[in-house]
């Protein structure tokens, strides 16, 4: 959550705009006389709680969030009213200073530190026979090892710290890239010592961090990585994709594995487009990053992972891995849900009984290919592990699969999919699908409370997103200007963005696109400040690995403008609706009435020039 969203989240919109207005509470929302135009004879004025949105469907016409609100109100700009808010909610700004871009020089810093670790590790593995011959014995060759950049940490308490601190690093600085440690009697540790490493690199192939394997058995655990550091964040980074991307892209097919040597060996065998996360079920985020390649996402189990015990605990809990060992990349029940809301498709292949992918991949490179053929979606995958074969279960086996099964198939998001699966389940299980229908679990408030919330999560995504991309390319908004004429629609306006940041975003990249006298990527930098300019440099950079050459992503671009386009519009009928409800309830003048019908048909008209536009570009 961002700095802006936080406070959004935190100050009360009905508590604050009521503290200058007199609201009255009309059903989940509170009606009152618009503060910003002459408004006496019916309340126009609507606070939406649930949204965090006030509207006035009065003159003004306008509607916003609680920055948008004080903004109005107070006459402040955006910084201004971020610096009061944050304050009433408590929240600690911190201010765009030269700091920051010290930071950013600091981990210039940090990365070139671990680059030189990397050179540490990598001679010191090829002075080490015994380990290069035991890498070399399971079949990797040299030229992999290398670009993967594999090395090796020697069983030694400080000789990486020696040979940086000799270069001119600094005790503080090996800290905080994660390399070494600090005693509590005081002194600093390696923390990697007789272990493989393995480079952990971000998508644009920057360093991050380290995994790190046991090269002697007896040692615990088999697998640590770098701690927590500004760099390493393991539940956004997966190892292999700097390599990947163009054989994701290429394949159309992104490879989720388990280890390290896993993704090692099929690169090795042709199969670039494997990747793996560092022993923790898979985050959105890491989908999230895969899906900007490929919206086929496999994951290929090692059988021990893919067997019973695990599906059945990564079934209750979406559990965050211990450092202790590499724990299965699967969670079934977290894994529908992201596909969901990603618009991604995930399908599972267990592994054969004993084998790794390594030893799949490397005996063999066409049976590899042959295996992920035989991926089944995650539901079905699931549902084959729990009935099996055998068609002998017993009416309390039969209650316990679906009660199991059940969960998942009611958070596949299609509806048409959902009871696909329901009648396949009912099918499998011999019993009739309305008797399952009992079964079915009942939605516990909580869900109920957390599903908008996701909404909403994913909605800002789309919205940051979309700005990224008008960001990096301001000229950008004629394209979808044009696209958006010619469904007979206004052309993008800031209030297609919900966040009052976004908005001033948005604007700064409409200035920059009125002059010449900059670059628009130039313009927009020097319009924003603090926050707001943090924010749109963070979306930019999360914007620059779209691709426009590639087919289907110019079509899958407008379809985003589209969606926030559609989310407008459905909000302002939402809206509408509420407050057509409590204009007649007040039995007012006609005219009101008239001319909220006469809005409302208007927008129906545009969501479905917006429908048919969407289904064009699914
Ligand atoms: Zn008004």
Known sequence: MTVVEEIKDRVDIAELIGESLQLK?????????????????????????????????????????????????EGWDFPQALQNLAE?????????????????????????????AVTFYRNNLLHSDQVLGYLQGRGFSSEALESFGVGYAPDSWDALQAFLLEKGHKHEQLVEAGLIAKRENGGFYDRFRNRIMFPIRDARGRMAGFGARISDPKDQPKFINSPQTVLFDKGRLLFGLDGARKAIRAADQAVVVEGYFDVIALHQAGHGNAVSPMGTALTSHQLRSLKRYSRNIVLALDADAAG??????????????????????????GLVRHEGR??????????????????????????????????????EYVMDLLIGPSDSQDAKQKAAIARQVLPLIEDVADPVEREAYRQGLARRLKVDERAMMGWRPKRT???????????????????GFCLGLLLRDPELTYWIDRQLHALELEGLSSQDFIGTDSQVIFKAVQSSLGQVDEEPTERWKALLDGTALDQAIAFASKAEEVDFARPKVADAVSADFFRLRMRRVEGLLEQLSF????????????????????????????????????????
């Open 25 to 73: 509470k009309s059903g989940k929302n509170f009606t009152g006389f618009c503060p910003f135009h002459a408004n006496t004879r019916t309340p126009a004025f609507v606070v939406f709680p649930d949204t965090g949105t006030w509207r006035c469907f009065g003159a003004c016409n306008e509607g916003g969030d609680v920055y948008k609100y004080v903004m109005k109100k």
């Open 88 to 116: 009433r909610a408590g929240v600690e700004l911190r201010p765009r200073t030269p700091e920051q871009e010290e930071q950013e020089e600091a981990q210039v810093g940090l990365r070139g530190l671990l680059e030189s």
């Open 308 to 333: 019973n015990q695990a599906t059945l605990r990564g079934l209750n809990v979406a559990r965050e891995a211990l450092d202790r060992e590499p724990d299965p990349v699967f969670d079934a029940r």
């Open 342 to 379: 990603l618009d991604a498709e995930i399908r599972i292949v267990g592994l054969p009984e004993g084998k790794d992918p390594d030893e799949v991949a490397l005996e063999d490179p066409e049976a590899w290919t042959d295996l992920l053929r035989k991926a089944s979606p995650v539901v």
């Open 445 to 463: 408030t909580r869900t109920q409370a957390s599903a908008p919330d996701l909404q909403q999560v994913d909605s800002m995504a789309t919205e």
């Open 579 to 618: 407050q057509q409800q409590a204009v007649q309830e007040l039995e007012t003048v006609e005219q009101e009435m008239i001319s909220l019908a006469k809005k409302a048909q208007n927008l129906v008209t545009q969501k479905r020039r917006l429908d048919v536009a969407l289904a064009g570009r699914k």
